[in-house]
C-alpha cells in the first residue's frame, strides 16, 4: 500500500479527552491533517483538547459521543464529513478497564468491558466503512493492549475484551486490503495518563501512579511512534522491548508461560494494586 499522507486529510478520534488520545489529537495535527476531528463523552475535558489542536494551527471539530452507542458512532461520522468534507482515518482509541480476580467479578463487568472495547471499536467500525469502501482508501487504527495479545492474571474482563479485538483486528485486515483499507493495531503497555484512576475493581486498590512505577511511556511518545505508523499504513504496533519479547516467545512455550505469568508476574502485579491474595 502506498503511504498515507495527512496533507488535507480528515483524521477522527475519539477517546480525545485526555491521554493517549489527546496526544494522538496534537500530534496528527502537528503533522499536517487537514482537519481533526475530536470526541469523547467529558465535553470540557475535549474543549481543552480542542485549545491544545488549536495551538498547531488547525481549528478542530469537536463532537460529543459515547462509543457504546451505535447511533451516536455514525452521528460523528456524519459531523466529520459534513464539517470537513471527508473522513480518511479512524483512531479507535476509548476504553477503560475492570481490574480484579474473577471469582470478585460477575458477568455484567465482563459485558461492560465488551461494550467498550470491543463493540465501541466496532461502532465506529461499521460507522466509517461505508465511506472508506465508497472512495477505494482508509486508515482505522484500533487501540488495543499488551495484554490483547499476552493475558496477565487480575485482568480476565479486561484481557477478554482485547483478545476479542485482536481477533477481530487480525481477521480483518486482509479482507480490508482488498479494497485499499488499512487496519493497525495498536497494543501500548502502560502509559502516564489517567487511566489508572479510571480503573474499576472490587478487590484491588490501584495507585494513581501505576504508569510511573512500572516505568511506563508518555501519551506523547506513544502518539508520535502511532502517527508515523498510521503514515506508513503498518499493520501492528507493539510498544516496549519487553512487551514484544513476552508476545513473540509466549507461543514457544505453555510451561514457561504460565510459570512466568503465576509465580513472577501475578505476584509483583498483585503487591502494586493491593490486592491481598495474588500479593501474597
Same mark, same amino acid.
Given at each position: 500500500?502506498?503511504?498515507?499522507? @495527512? /496533507? ?72 466529520? @464529513? ?20 474473577? /471469582? ?10 465488551? /461494550?467498550?472495547?470491543?463493540?465501541? %471499536? ?10 472508506? @469502501? ?12 499488551? %495484554? ?21 483486528? &487480525?481477521?480483518?485486515?486482509? /479482507? ?9 493495531? %495498536? ?15 472490587? &478487590? ?21 511512534? %502511532? ?20 508476545? !513473540? ?11 512466568? !505469568? ?9 503487591? @502494586? ?8
Amino acid at each position: 500500500m502506498a503511504a498515507f499522507d @495527512l /496533507e488535507g486529510k480528515t483524521i477522527v478520534i475519539t477517546g480525545a479527552s485526555s491521554g493517549i488520545g489527546r496526544a494522538l489529537a496534537v500530534e496528527f495535527a502537528d503533522k499536517g491533517a487537514g482537519h481533526v476531528v475530536i470526541s469523547g463523552r467529558n465535553t470540557g475535558a475535549l474543549d481543552e483538547t480542542a485549545q491544545l489542536v488549536k495551538q498547531k494551527g488547525i481549528e478542530p471539530v469537536c463532537f460529543a459521543a459515547d462509543v457504546t452507542s451505535q447511533d451516536e458512532m455514525h452521528a460523528l461520522v456524519n459531523e466529520a @464529513l459534513e464539517k470537513t468534507g471527508g473522513l480518511h482515518a479512524m483512531v479507535l482509541c476509548a476504553g477503560y478497564e475492570i481490574m480484579g480476580a474473577a /471469582e470478585n467479578l460477575d458477568v455484567d463487568a465482563y459485558r461492560r468491558q465488551m /461494550e467498550t472495547n470491543f463493540f465501541g %471499536v466496532l461502532h465506529g467500525f461499521y460507522a466509517a466503512l461505508p465511506h472508506f @469502501l465508497e472512495q477505494g482508501r482508509g486508515e482505522f487504527v484500533f487501540f488495543n493492549s499488551a %495484554v490483547g495479545k499476552l493475558a496477565a492474571g487480575l485482568n480476565s474482563a479486561y484481557c477478554a475484551s482485547k483478545f476479542a479485538l485482536t481477533g477481530f483486528t &487480525d481477521s480483518i485486515r486482509c /479482507e480490508m486490503a482488498l479494497h485499499n483499507i488499512n487496519v493497525l493495531g %495498536v497494543y501500548p503497555g502502560f502509559v502516564k495518563t489517567n487511566f489508572q484512576k479510571n480503573i474499576e475493581s472490587p &478487590d484491588c486498590n490501584v495507585p494513581d501512579d501505576l504508569a510511573r512505577k512500572l516505568m511506563g511511556q508518555t501519551p506523547e511518545h506513544v502518539a508520535k511512534k %502511532v502517527v508515523k505508523a498510521c503514515c506508513k499504513r503498518k499493520g501492528e504496533l507493539i510498544f516496549t522491548f519487553s512487551a514484544n519479547l513476552g508476545i !513473540r516467545l509466549a507461543p514457544l512455550s505453555f510451561y514457561m508461560t504460565e510459570f512466568a !505469568r503465576a509465580k513472577i508476574a501475578l505476584p509483583y502485579f498483585g503487591t @502494586l494494586v493491593g490486592h491481598k491474595g495474588a500479593g501474597g
